[in-house]
């Protein structure tokens, strides 16, 4: 069982940034690839980025190409998402996820992976 805890999340205006932090248990993080998705109201949860269990492969929406970026710190346990020069479109519930997958076809489909935090919160006014 693996659990994860997001945070960083709140609000922020249009143009602003904010870092997502997803702290992961267990011994073994540093083989999980990780992924971020957002969840809007009435939509769809949707693939945000990914980044492979090395951090040699990374994957991003066309919605946040330029502007998102994901990274991890093995020692630490952690994935993060920085974002940059925010939208209104980008207000939903982020959600961080674990792939125990070596190798995963798919990184942009949630059911490629096994678990999952709780969610933060992320809302950018106009």
């Known amino acids: 069982q693996v659990q994860l805890v997001e945070t960083g999340g709140g609000l922020v205006q249009v143009g602003g940034s904010l870092r997502l932090s997803c702290a992961a248990s267990?011994?073994?993080?540093?083989?999980?690839?990780m992924g971020w998705f957002r969840q809007a109201p009435g939509k769809d949860r949707e693939f945000v980025a990914a980044i492979s269990w090395s951090g040699g492969r990374l994957h991003y929406a066309d919605s946040v190409k330029g502007r998102f970026t994901i990274s991890r710190d093995n020692a630490k346990n952690t994935v993060y998402l920085q974002m940059n020069s925010l939208k209104p479109e980008d207000t939903a519930v982020y959600y961080c996820?674990?792939?125990?997958?070596?190798?995963?076809?798919?990184?942009?489909?949630?059911?490629?992976?096994?678990?999952w935090g709780q969610g933060t919160q992320v809302t950018v006014s106009s």
């Open positions: 996820a674990v792939a125990r997958a070596i190798y995963i076809v798919s990184p942009n489909r949630p059911r490629e992976y096994d678990y």
């Open positions: 267990g011994r073994t993080f540093s083989s999980y690839n």
